[in-house]
């Protein structure tokens, strides 16, 4: 196969618009198929000369002079702090931080832990006793949530180091710049853009980009541009590099002992990148660079050489500079709080950060100003600039936050869908012997996984579930003996494929990243066992190096619901694999990666990703938890799919009306007709596909028995369409088994199966295998219908006897029953493991909804065995009726149809079958072969006028439909049992139920 390269174009463009250059466009074109993938190096930036990103035009200079001829010297010196404040304290902390507003200045605030909407009143309170407006800044390197309650997280810095395209960074700045002006937040401290060259970093890590000096330089712009381009000041953090340290500065100085070289090629690379692409805002941090400042002890904070003979001077930034948080170990071993602030401002910062005693500190400038000892032109420089971005982040037009509808504006639907692209993006699979992935071919698989560290229902094994049969092993302990292995090991059973994955991992390396040595071992043994092993990781990259003997290995950096959601949908193809390692690992370098296409099978995804509204879908919610209310459906599964993508995946009310037995994505349904498109067209598909059968070709041509009958002439083609002269339904059939007094004749059933009775009707009740050749008889004997055509031939009359007569055709040319056939030729190569007939017989302890309760034939409630009288005779298994299943299967064949027989890799139908099989071809009728059709012209209680003329389904009698449009990509799911616990209950028709929810989906496509 073609190697996959990874080309990355840089465009650079530098000419002024407003106060921000032009974006640097960078993209990631993938070329090729499947291999591992590395970076091309980035050529070093041609020098640029200092950009002035403060000035401004002459409207905003009348504004900071305006403001700045009234300020006070007490005023002007409060504009250097930035004070840390928190929203989830008492009051006496609020009036504190109202006075150091009110009566000592204070430029700005820094906001910690708390909550949005406790975050926006408090803004709006301190602001409102600010003389000249605050600035309020965030600790957001991920996002809001890093620092607030029920705020977004996005991906760490290390996870975003692994994507390849780096427009979807600056996607993912812009959005977090979005909800930070929601917010009344002006500054973001944020991008890391140190570069983690020491894995056993342990304050960096996972907040940097990686090891490589251009992907952290062009992710982070790409981050820096996002957060400006919605007026929030990114700044660069922590100038001159803190990614090779093995001490923490919030607890200790540590010391950086690099050459002048290395720091000057390495570490300064992406602050000088950034500064020369707009970068407004710089935070110093507290490390000890001996080699730009000898001065022992002292931290780059606080050195003038530092900050104004480096950062300033050679690097020419004319941003904003803040200190690193001014309360850390790093500053505060050796200096009281009064001399770190007075010396940070002495080497050229211009905001000091969550400083301590300000009071002290701001009287202490003031006296140095006084006495000569800091420059009045240095004051009034810095206040300037400081008022300069003020103006810039729109403070000269200050209002207070809205808080209507804070919580939904911050956590939006397309933010969420951004998230979950972010996290597709940077799965990263490690290895791949043998191309054991993308899992295929899964009839010959026998799955399990083992969830180290997760417990019970974990969204990783519920999400693997959806692609195949699994035996699921979850352990929130993690392995700690050979005893707790040997376990393991027994209740993996016969699997010949174990995905073992690691949760609650630790970042740190002294910890072995949370890896017991048990973890290992149980790797080894299942490999000695024959058994390929396939490990996730769901923490740090370091870790990798531990899993080296694994058949494939996958990266996925972090812990969230959105990213064990998303790997197993790499594992099976259903998502691509794209990501590349930020850093090196063992024996791999720094942007391997192995690369593969998706395989067309359905994802998981957000309505805006496919051009759909989540607020529009949601009304489904309402219609549905209405119509389980008003006793039309006792409950029903939903599931609307666009472009290959689930996008509205529920499940609503109980399994009875009575019943608190809430329906799930496992409760299977009688799915009645829909069998007719769900098993036996599919078989006549596939065996029209091989030939075996031809369309035009009588049916007495496979079936001698119809020879001389007065079904002899009628072709499959006429069967198909509904108008080969049969009549609707021969209700006699199974009636002629009931006795004449009431219940049924003895020598058809019994109460206990046997040789004798193997035929499964009901939970206690089993027939006789002769009353399904009895069944074929009777629809041989059944007469033909009267009805004719304008041109004289026989009528469109929907039929059960047509399918009937197709299962028997199925089942005579393939030479194995229906459901054998169907089984083993679609539903098991697929991964389906629910869907199909028969279910009491076929699962373990299958979850049911029932269906009506037979007082005319059965005597029981039907639970597991179909409901059709004429089905459940043949013990089940018919052409027009017995098929089982729920939505997320359903939607699965459905999608396979619509994607015109392939499905994870494998083709199943011919690319022409489909849409042969779908087109309407008779002129006696709207139908198409086997499948339903929109029929214009007239209304219908379950299909939406919007559906194309193109698009084909079904409906099931017991409360189903299942339909697809080819034009707009769509598959919609409905399962329910209206007809619990009688059809007599036809409200599902009378409401238009149905119709209801399928004009809501095609109200919420936009594009």
Known sequence: MKSKVVSLKLVICLSAVGLLTAFSLIRADLIGSRKSASVAPIHAYAPHKPLDVLSLEKAGQ?????????????????????????????????????????????????????????????????????????????????GLGMRLDSAMDFPKQMTLGAIRDNEIIYRMGLEIGRQCQRLGVHINFAPVSDINSNPANPVIGVRSFGESKENVAIKASAYMRGLQANRIIATAKHFPGHGDTNADSHHTLPTISRSSEQLRDVDLFPFRKLIADSLMGVVTGHLYVPVLDKTPALAATLSEKVVTELLKKELGFRGLVFTDALNMGGVTRSLRPVDVNMKALMAGNDILLYPENVKEAARAILEAVQQGQISQELIDERVKKILRAKYWSGLNTYSPIALANLDKELNSDEANALKRELSAQAVTVVSNNQKVLPLSRLDTLKLASVAIGAGVGNTFQKTLSFYAPFNHVALAEKPASEADVSDILARVGDANVVLLSFHRMSQSAYRRYGITKPSLDLIARLKQQGKKVIVNVFGSPYSLSQFSNADALICAYEDYPEMEQTVPQVLFGALPARGVLPVSTGSWRETHGYAYDATGRLSMGSPESVGMKTAVLARIDDVTRGAVANRVVPGCQIIVARRGKIVYDKNFGTLTFNSNDK????????????TKVMATLQAVMMLYDRKAIDLNQKVSFYLPELRGSNKQNITIYDVLLHQAGLISYYPSLWDRTRAPGGGLKPEYYSLKPDSAHPLQVA????????????????????????????????????????????QKLVERVSGKSLDQFIENELYRPMGLKSVGFTPLLKLANPKIAPTEKDTYFRNTLLVGTVHDQMAAVQGGVSGHAGLFGNAHEIAQLLQMNLQKGIYGGQRFLQSATVPYFTQTLSTRSHRALGWDKPNPGHSSSYLSSQASLRSFGHTGFTGNVIWADPDEDLVFVFLSNRIHPTAANNSINTTALRKKIHDIIYAAITE
């Open 62 to 142: 009348q504004w900071v002079d305006s403001v700045f001829q009234t300020m006070t010297p007490e005023q002007k010196i409060g504009q250097f702090f930035m004070v840390a404040t928190f929203s989830n304290r008492d009051e006496h902390h609020y009036q504190y931080i109202e006075t150091l507003v009110r009566d000592y200045h204070i430029g700005g605030l820094i906001f910690f832990q708390g909550g949005p909407y406790r975050q926006a009143v408090l803004t709006n309170r301190y602001q409102s006793k600010a003389k000249v407006p605050l600035l309020i800044g965030i600790d957001g390197e991920w």
């Open 663 to 674: 329906v799930t994505d496992e409760t299977l349904y009688d799915l009645a007709s829909v």
């Open 763 to 806: 939970t206690t009740l089993w027939a006789t295998p002769a009353l399904k050749d009895s069944v074929w008889k009777w629809v041989i004997k059944s007469p033909m219908a009267r009805q004719v055509d304008t041109d004289g031939k026989p009528a469109y009359i929907y039929s059960d006897l047509g399918f009937l007569t197709m």
